[in-house]
């Protein structure tokens, strides 16, 4: 995981989501690509071997648009994240307008492309 510039401008420095200029990790606010603020959560993953990041807006669920352009701001294009559908038994909703994005650090592999509709890759890192 790395950290876009872009993001220092955004990131919270105070209260209880604070964190420190250049952490690989914190809370930011910023405006999205379709003119919803995004506020943007991201662990790097350290603790757990899961890099994690949240994205919510205000006022409703974001968008596929909002979670590539937030996927970019914390991942190269070449690295595969997953959104989770966890069993209904497991369901958490802490937040109704949030969704979440994961990444393994140690790889995962990907379903064969022709099943999914995307190109074959291999495994991913």
Not at 4 to 20: C, M, N, Q
């Amino acid at each position: 995981m790395r950290l876009s510039p872009k993001l220092e401008d955004h990131r919270i420095r105070e209260g209880k989501f604070a964190s420190v200029t250049g952490a690989p990790y914190g809370a930011f606010e910023m405006p999205g690509p379709c003119g919803e603020r995004l506020t943007i959560v991201a662990a790097d993953g350290r603790d757990t071997l899961w890099e994690h990041v949240s994205v919510s807006t205000r006022r409703r669920i974001p968008n596929w648009t909002e979670m590539c352009f937030v996927k970019d701001l914390f991942w190269s294009p070449q690295e595969c994240v997953v959104q989770f559908h966890p069993p209904r038994d497991a369901y958490v909703n802490n937040y109704s307008v949030v969704l979440h994005m994961w990444r393994y650090i140690r790889g995962f592999p990907m379903p064969p492309g022709i099943l999914v509709g995307f190109k074959e890759l291999g495994t991913l890192a």
